[in-house]
């Protein structure tokens, strides 16, 4: 069973999305509020893959996949980041500093699950 | 991976309870919006009111799709790239965004 860790501050993303995961594709999953306890949880727990939203306070996304990307136990987890930001500039930056995959909000919540398994080559 | 109709029930039968739930917060997001409004027309807008309400409309664009209203996030769209802008908001641009602020209140009030 896959294991796929969610960071994001607003509690209705964070469970709308793992609502998808687990209904959906039966995956799973773990979830954070803030940037410094999902790299915790990540350290702890070594899911599949992260979905990591942008915009948080304290820690925002990009800043967090910077830390995991330093930290030899957390390097080689794929993050998706997930953003409310449309322009194609941000988009482009987000997916020019090495993520997995740039996710847009809003989402589907029936084909979430696929997008991401899309992204990260994995086996329907 | 393709969701069964009975996966599909589920889902939608959760979301709707997380939609329940999440209500209370999302009419006070709106209703940030609307102070915000007023403010424009006020011409009152204070820089922390402003950022505030690009936030909480950021974060209604970002959601209010996932739960079926794209009219809703479309809505919440126009707010952020408003407030999100370095323009000096004129009191006129009220009228501009009442009728999105009118399409959120609605749907808040399902």
Same mark, same amino acid.
């Given at each position: 069973?896959?294991?796929?860790?969610?960071?994001?501050?607003?509690?209705?993303?964070?469970?709308?999305?793992?609502?998808?995961?687990?209904?959906?594709?039966?995956?799973?999953? /773990? #979830? !954070?509020?803030?940037?410094?306890?999902?790299? +915790? $949880?990540?350290?702890?727990?070594?899911?599949? %893959?992260? =979905?990591?939203?942008?915009?948080?306070?304290?820690?925002?996304?990009?800043?967090?996949?910077?830390?995991?990307?330093?930290?030899?136990?957390?390097?080689?987890?794929?993050?998706?980041? /997930? #953003? !409310?930001?449309?322009?194609?500039?941000?988009? +482009? $930056?987000?997916?020019?500093?090495?993520?997995? %995959?740039? =996710?847009?909000?809003?989402?589907?919540?029936?084909?979430?699950?696929?997008?991401?398994?899309?992204?990260?080559?994995?086996?329907? | 991976?393709?969701?069964?109709?009975?996966?599909?029930?589920?889902?939608?039968?959760?979301?709707?309870?997380?939609?329940?739930?999440?209500?209370?917060?999302?009419?006070?997001?709106?209703?940030?919006?609307?102070?915000?409004?007023?403010?424009?027309?006020?011409?009152?807008?204070?820089?922390?009111?402003?950022?505030?309400?690009?936030?909480?409309?950021?974060?209604?664009?970002?959601?209010?799709?996932?739960?079926?209203?794209?009219?809703?996030?479309?809505?919440?769209?126009?707010?952020?790239?408003?407030?999100?802008?370095?323009?000096?908001?004129?009191?006129?641009?009220?009228?501009?965004?009442?009728?999105?602020?009118?399409?959120?209140?609605?749907?808040?009030?399902?």
């Amino acid at each position: 069973m896959r294991k796929i860790l969610i960071v994001d501050d607003e509690d209705d993303i964070r469970a709308v999305a793992a609502l998808c995961l687990e209904t959906i594709a039966g995956w799973e999953v /773990l #979830t !954070a509020t803030s940037g410094s306890e999902g790299i +915790r $949880r990540a350290l702890e727990n070594k899911p599949d %893959a992260i =979905l990591l939203d942008v915009m948080m306070p304290e820690m925002d996304g990009p800043t967090t996949f910077q830390h995991l990307q330093q930290d030899p136990h957390t390097r080689s987890i794929p993050v998706l980041l /997930l #953003t !409310a930001k449309v322009q194609g500039a941000d988009q +482009r $930056r987000f997916a020019d500093m090495g993520v997995a %995959a740039v =996710l847009s909000k809003p989402f589907d919540p029936l084909t979430l699950s696929s997008q991401i398994s899309a992204a990260l080559g994995w086996e329907r | 991976m393709q969701q069964t109709p009975a996966q599909a029930a589920q889902l939608q039968a959760a979301m709707a309870q997380v939609w329940q739930k999440s209500l209370p917060l999302l009419r006070d997001r709106v209703n940030t919006l609307g102070r915000a409004l007023a403010a424009i027309q006020a011409d009152q807008l204070t820089p922390e009111l402003r950022a505030n309400a690009a936030l909480e409309a950021h974060r209604l664009a970002g959601l209010l799709g996932t739960f079926g209203y794209p009219e809703g996030t479309d809505a919440a769209r126009m707010f952020e790239i408003v407030f999100d802008s370095d323009a000096i908001l004129q009191p006129g641009l009220g009228e501009t965004l009442a009728p999105a602020l009118t399409t959120l209140q609605t749907i808040v009030t399902t």
